[in-house]
């Protein structure tokens, strides 16, 4: 793609490395192939390609974000399903976080778009805080399950449209996502160290995450129980915290590179000290997000060989188990047809695609890819709060997808699959990790006695 930046507008960094991303666009369309929203919508504007040409247009002109691209944009899953098709190697995640921040610097909202962002982004990155919101909202529920079924029969309310991002039909989705029951405290929610149960191999550290203490922390207590086992001992360091994925993709930089940094700090602290083989991520979405840190801080001499570093020894729990001598597994606990949903995160944004799939069949379980694997189930971060109307439409297509192959159980890597998914299929669903600690002697995942 030619590009007509000048010499000023290409003395900032930024603008620098989205014309390097730009002139790689060769307008194959290929990306509208795999991208959901063009899927959904036909629309051109709202494919990656249509995109990459508003994101050029506006930058080359150095001009603010306006309605018509930020509704484009904010239609974007960042999926990445487009950087696993494009032949040309555009690497599109770079060029829309840019855009997302450049229209949170140029463009102001709604006032009740900005109050919705601004709630998000006050309570998901912490675990405490998420934890008290969800049992607010879980005592409030059967009341608005009430006002909703009144509002709609009034017509007060209407039923999520496609394109729906109204206030109501946000509140239909957050409430939606809800759990039934509170998850007692994790064992793993706060610093720590786990010693090997065996004789000691290796020492890595655990991101214990935001949401996982909050939705279930039985991930982190399988992730840290299968590596104990296997001779490692695991570290969830001082000070490590949200990995900035979810502020990130809301355009909010700063607060971003504040996790970011928080977490380098935190790591760097214990690779100085004792040492580590690995950073563990067990959420796919922020694993993509750690391996970044390099790009993210790029241009922090403070932070810039740190950040590479942690950058360098962050990897998903399957892609280090798979890396690392792992004992035979005679035969699976029970003979269970497994339906492996691979998150976005995992095999776009990580390229993390037959490993999970490798151990899980060597664990003994049947393993079943699901149709339209590629395509998004509409979770991605707040996508499925923010954009309710195109996240409806995925789950309800990949819940069909999925239920045609008659599965037992369903097994994901990250947990924003897991709650979206969940909440529109009676399958039970696991992290990958719970069936891989289960088959390794482990308890058997609670859902699915459920």
């Known amino acids: 793609m030619q590009t007509n930046f000048t010499l000023a507008q290409l003395a900032d960094p930024s603008v620098a490395e989205a014309e390097q991303i730009l002139r790689k666009c060769v307008h194959c369309g290929f990306c509208t192939a795999t991208c959901p929203t063009y899927a959904l919508q036909g629309d051109e504007l709202d494919s990656p390609r249509g995109r990459i040409y508003m994101i050029k247009s506006m930058l080359e002109e150095s001009r603010p974000a306006n309605d018509d691209f930020v509704t484009h944009i904010d239609r974007c899953l960042s999926c990445l399903s487009c950087m696993t098709t494009c032949p040309s190697g555009v690497h599109y995640m770079h060029l829309v976080d840019h855009a997302r921040a450049h229209i949170e610097e140029t463009y102001k909202r709604g006032l009740p778009d900005r109050l919705h962002r601004?709630?998000?982004?006050?309570?998901?990155?912490?675990?405490?805080?998420?934890?008290?919101?969800?049992?607010?909202?879980?005592?409030?529920?059967?009341?608005?399950?009430?006002?909703?079924?009144?509002?709609?029969?009034?017509?007060?309310?209407?039923?999520?449209?496609?394109?729906?991002?109204?206030?109501?039909?946000?509140?239909?989705?957050?409430?939606?996502?809800?759990?039934?029951?509170?998850?007692?405290?994790?064992?793993?929610?706060?610093?720590?160290?786990?010693?090997?149960?065996?004789?000691?191999?290796?020492?890595?550290?655990?991101?214990?995450?935001?949401?996982?203490?909050?939705?279930?922390?039985?991930?982190?207590?399988?992730?840290?129980?299968?590596?104990?086992?296997?001779?490692?001992?695991?570290?969830?360091?001082?000070?490590?915290?949200?990995?900035?994925?979810?502020?990130?993709?809301?355009?909010?930089?700063?607060?971003?590179?504040?996790?970011?940094?928080?977490?380098?700090?935190?790591?760097?602290?214990?690779?100085?000290?004792?040492?580590?083989?690995?950073?563990?991520?067990?959420?796919?979405?922020?694993?993509?997000?750690?391996?970044?840190?390099?790009?993210?801080?790029?241009?922090?001499?403070?932070?810039?060989?740190?950040?590479?570093?942690?950058?360098?020894?962050?990897?998903?729990?399957?892609?280090?188990?798979?890396?690392?001598?792992l004992p035979a597994i005679e035969s699976s606990p029970e003979n269970l047809t497994i339906a492996y949903h691979s998150a976005c995160s995992m095999q776009h944004g990580q390229q993390i695609k037959e490993e999970p799939k490798t151990l899980l069949r060597q664990a003994g379980f049947e393993v079943l890819d699901v149709p339209e694997g590629h395509f998004c189930c509409g979770s991605a971060g707040t996508y499925n709060i923010l954009q309710p109307g195109f996240a409806d439409r995925l789950l309800e297509r990949k819940v069909k997808n999925i239920e045609s192959l008659s599965p037992d159980v369903i097994a994901t890597g990250n947990i924003g699959c897991m709650t979206q998914i969940g909440t529109g299929t009676g399958l039970p669903i696991v992290h990958t990790v719970e069936l891989l600690d289960w088959a390794s002697g482990g308890p058997k995942p609670k859902v699915l006695d459920e």
């Open 118 to 325: 601004a709630v998000l982004a006050a309570l998901l990155p912490y675990p405490s805080r998420f934890r008290l919101a969800l049992a607010v909202a879980r005592l409030a529920k059967p009341f608005f399950k009430v006002a909703d079924k009144i509002g709609l029969k009034l017509g007060l309310f209407r039923e999520t449209a496609p394109t729906d991002t109204g206030f109501w039909a946000r509140l239909r989705a957050m409430m939606r996502l809800v759990p039934r029951h509170a998850k007692p405290r994790g064992l793993y929610d706060r610093p720590g160290c786990v010693p090997a149960e065996t004789l000691k191999k290796g020492r890595v550290a655990l991101l214990a995450g935001c949401a996982h203490p909050a939705l279930a922390p039985e991930i982190n207590e399988a992730t840290v129980r299968i590596l104990t086992r296997l001779g490692m001992e695991v570290v969830v360091a001082e000070g490590a915290g949200c990995c900035g994925a979810l502020v990130h993709h809301l355009g909010h930089e700063e607060a971003s590179l504040a996790n970011a940094r928080a977490n380098i700090d935190a790591w760097h602290n214990e690779i100085e000290g004792e040492g580590l083989d690995a950073i563990i991520i067990n959420a796919s979405g922020c694993g993509t997000t750690v391996k970044d840190y390099g790009f993210m801080l790029r241009e922090d001499d403070a932070y810039a060989n740190k950040a590479e570093q942690v950058a360098n020894l962050a990897k998903d729990i399957t892609e280090f188990l798979a890396g690392i001598e």
